[in-house]
C-alpha cells in the first residue's frame, strides 16, 4: 500500500489559513490597518467599494519596505515582529503571525505599493491567489498601500455567503471604530463609495470617543483610572442613566488591542449593580495596560481573546475602579448622615411666618330635600351660585327618589360574563331594559383583569398590545399599505455612523409602515411623518432610536427576517408599557383587537399574554390558607 500522508501545495494551505484570518471583508481591513500602525504610521486612510467586495485599501505614510521585504511579505509566517520563541511574551506589536498578507493574497486580487522614505523610487507587487503576477519599480508617495480587489474571487462559495453591502460596511465600522479608539494620537479617515464616513483628527481619548459617537456622547462619559502594580487601567463608562438596551459601545483593550473577554465585562456590570435600569447595558471603553509576559495573547486566530496570569486580581481592580469612579462623580445615590433630612425643609434664614388657622365656609339655608317654591335660589336654572360662600355647586333636581329605584332594578340584574350580549331584558317584565357595560378591572396599571365562565382572566396589558401591533405591523410590511401622519415642524435626528447605515439598510421598511424619512448630511435624518396609529403625543426622535435598539437587540438574540424584526422592533416601541392607567373602553378595545390576532395568547417574547384561573384553581389556593 502506498504512502497516503502528503504536504498540502503552498495554495491549499494559504487558503486554509485564509479561512481562520479573513472571514470577511472587515477581517482584511483590521488586519492592514493594523500593519500601518505597526510601521509607524500617523495617517491612515483606509477605502472601501461595495463594501469591501470590489475594492478595499488602506494607505498609511509609514516606515514602507524595501523591494526584497515588499515580495516576501506575501510567504507564510512572515514577519518582523518576532525572532524567537521569548518575543511572543513580549508582543507590543498589533501584527506578529506572518499569516495576514499571506491569506489575503490566496483569496484576492492584491496590489502593494511601498516606498521608504530614504529610498527614490518605491515598489510595486501584483499577486492573484498567492501566485505574484508582476512587480516592477515605481515612483510612488512614502509609505504603503495596499489595495484587495474581488475578494474570494477564487473561492464562490465563500463570496456567496458574504451578508448584503449593509451588513459587511457594518461589519468594517465595527472594525475601524475600535482601531481607531486604541489610537487617538494617529489621524484615520474611511471613505466608502466615495463617500467619506469617518474623518478623525488626532486628540484626546475623550475627543476620539465624542468625534466617532457623536457630540452627545460628551455629557455621558465618566472617567476611570486605576494605577496598580499588576495593572494600569484608564477610560471611560458611561452613566447609568444613558445605558442602552444592546451590547454595542463596549470594549475592552489589553495593551492597546481590542479584545472579547465575558469575566472582565462581569467586573464591569457588577460594579453597576441595582444602578442600572432593567434589561440595560452601560457604555465603558477601558484601557488596560499589562506587563505582556502576564498574558498570553496567541490563544485565537483574531488576537480577541487573551489568558491572564492572575484574573481573579484583574476582575478585583476593574471592578472597584469602576465603582469608585461611578461614586466620586456622584452618579450613583448618597445620603448626608450629618443632617437629618426629614427636618431639611424647616432650615430657613427668614423668621417662619404666622400659622393661619384654616376657615370653612357653608350656607346654612341650604337643604337638599326641600322642595318647595322658593327654597332653593335659582329653581329654574340647572346650575345655582351661592355668592356668599363664592361655592357652586349643582341644583338638585326633581323627583330625585326615583334614583332608588333604578339603583334597585340594577341590583337585581345579573353582569354578563366575557362575551355575554352587552344588554338584558326581562321579558315577563314591562319596565324598560338597563344596557350594562363589560366591567374590567386592572390591577397596578399593569395587568388586566375580568371574568370567564369558569373562572378569571388575567392579561399583560404591554404584552397584549405588542402581539396586536407587530401582526400588525407585519401585514402592513407585505402589503405596503402603512398610513403616515404628517409632522407639523419636521424633526432631526442625529445618529452615529453605524447607525445611519442601518437606518440606510431599513428605510424601505420603514416608509412601507408610514414613516416619512430622508437622509440629510452624512449621519442625519429628518423626519417629516410617521405611522398614523402610533398617536399625536409621540416623540418621534425617542420612537425611532428605541426602535434602532430594539433591532440591534433582536438581530443580535434572533434569526428572525427582516421584516419580522422591524415590526417586532416597532412594536415594543409604540406599545402602551406598564403602568399606563387605561379607561374601560380602551380595556375592551384592547381585549378585542388580542384575540382578533392569529397568536393572541404569546406574545412576541414567546411568553403568555393571558392567564386563566378557574374557580378550582382559586379554591384549591384558599383551602391551603
Not at 13 to 28: K, Y
Not at 77 to 105: N, P, Q, V, Y
Not at 460 to 475: M, T
Amino acid at each position: 500500500m502506498s504512502d497516503i500522508i502528503q504536504l498540502l501545495p503552498e495554495a491549499v494551505a494559504n487558503q486554509i489559513a485564509a479561512g481562520e484570518v479573513v472571514q470577511r471583508p472587515a477581517s482584511a481591513v483590521k488586519e492592514l490597518i493594523e500593519n500601518a500602525i505597526d510601521a509607524g504610521a500617523d495617517r491612515i486612510k483606509v477605502i472601501v467599494k461595495d463594501a469591501g467586495k470590489t475594492l478595499l485599501q488602506v494607505i498609511d505614510n509609514g516606515c514602507g519596505m524595501s523591494v526584497t521585504d515588499a515580495r516576501l511579505c506575501f510567504e507564510r509566517h512572515a514577519t518582523s515582529k518576532i525572532r524567537k520563541a521569548e518575543d511572543l511574551f513580549a508582543i507590543r506589536t498589533m501584527g506578529f503571525r506572518g499569516e495576514a498578507m499571506a491569506s489575503i493574497a490566496a483569496v484576492a486580487q492584491v496590489e502593494l505599493k511601498t516606498r521608504r522614505v530614504e529610498d527614490e523610487l518605491g515598489t510595486v507587487v501584483q499577486i492573484e491567489g498567492s501566485k505574484i503576477v508582476n512587480q516592477f519599480p515605481e515612483a510612488v508617495p512614502a509609505g504603503t498601500s495596499v489595495a484587495v480587489k474581488n475578494l474570494f474571487y477564487n473561492i464562490p462559495a465563500r463570496r456567496n455567503f458574504l451578508k448584503s453591502n449593509s451588513v459587511e460596511l457594518r461589519h468594517i465600522i465595527d472594525e475601524f471604530q475600535r482601531v481607531a479608539l486604541a489610537h487617538p494620537d494617529i489621524f484615520f479617515s474611511l471613505h466608502s463609495d466615495n463617500n467619506e464616513l469617518f474623518h478623525l483628527t488626532p486628540g484626546t481619548l475623550k475627543q476620539r470617543i465624542v468625534h466617532i459617537f457623536g457630540n452627545n456622547y460628551n455629557q455621558k462619559l465618566v472617567p476611570v483610572e486605576e494605577d496598580t502594580s499588576i495593572i494600569k487601567l484608564k477610560g471611560f463608562i458611561g452613566k447609568p442613566e444613558y445605558a442602552k438596551k444592546t451590547r454595542g459601545e463596549q470594549f475592552f483593550f489589553v495593551n492597546d488591542r481590542f479584545i472579547k473577554d465575558p469575566y472582565l465585562n462581569h467586573a464591569v456590570m457588577d460594579a453597576y449593580e441595582e444602578i442600572l435600569p432593567p434589561e440595560t447595558y452601560p457604555l465603558y471603553i477601558l484601557f488596560i495596560d499589562i506587563d505582556p509576559a502576564r498574558i498570553d495573547i496567541n490563544v485565537h486566530p483574531t488576537k480577541t481573546e487573551i489568558k491572564y496570569e492572575d484574573d481573579k486580581a484583574i476582575y478585583a481592580i476593574i471592578r472597584s475602579a469602576v465603582k469608585r469612579s461611578l461614586g466620586r462623580y456622584n452618579i450613583t445615590p448618597s445620603l448626608d448622615f450629618d443632617q437629618d433630612t426629614s427636618f431639611s425643609q424647616f432650615i430657613t434664614t427668614k423668621p417662619l411666618e404666622e400659622i393661619q388657622v384654616p376657615t370653612i365656609n357653608f350656607n346654612p339655608n341650604f337643604n337638599p330635600f326641600e322642595n318647595e317654591v322658593g327654597a332653593l335660589k335659582s329653581k329654574y336654572t340647572s346650575r345655582s351660585y351661592d355668592y356668599s360662600s363664592k361655592f357652586e355647586r349643582e341644583a338638585v333636581p326633581q323627583n330625585w327618589e326615583s334614583l332608588y329605584k333604578i339603583t334597585e332594578q340594577a341590583d337585581q340584574i345579573q353582569l354578563p360574563l366575557l362575551g355575554d350580549d352587552l344588554s338584558t331584558e326581562d321579558e315577563t317584565s314591562a319596565e324598560p331594559s338597563v344596557e350594562i357595560k363589560k366591567n374590567f378591572f386592572q390591577i397596578h396599571n399593569r395587568y388586566i383583569i375580568t371574568q370567564i365562565h369558569s373562572g378569571m382572566m388575567i392579561i399583560d396589558q404591554q404584552a397584549a398590545h405588542e402581539r396586536i401591533l407587530f401582526e400588525q405591523y407585519k401585514e402592513q410590511l407585505v402589503n405596503n399599505q402603512g398610513s403616515s401622519q404628517q409632522s407639523l415642524f419636521p424633526t432631526t435626528i442625529d445618529l452615529s455612523v453605524a447607525d445611519f447605515e442601518l437606518m440606510n439598510e431599513i428605510l424601505p421598511e420603514l416608509q412601507s409602515l408610514g414613516f416619512q424619512l430622508r437622509p440629510f448630511g452624512k449621519t442625519t435624518y429628518i423626519v417629516d411623518g410617521i405611522p398614523a396609529d402610533l398617536g399625536n403625543n409621540i416623540n418621534e426622535k425617542q420612537i425611532i432610536e428605541q426602535l434602532l435598539e430594539d433591532y440591534k437587540q433582536s438581530r443580535a438574540e434572533l434569526k428572525v427576517d427582516k421584516r419580522d424584526n422591524i415590526a417586532r422592533s416597532l412594536a415594543k416601541s409604540a406599545a402602551i408599557k406598564a403602568g399606563t392607567p387605561l379607561d374601560n373602553d380602551a380595556i375592551a378595545e384592547l381585549i378585542d383587537r388580542l384575540f382578533a390576532c392569529e397568536s393572541p395568547n404569546v406574545s412576541i417574547h414567546g411568553k403568555p399574554t393571558v392567564i386563566t384561573l378557574t374557580l378550582s384553581d382559586l379554591m384549591e389556593k384558599f383551602d391551603k390558607i
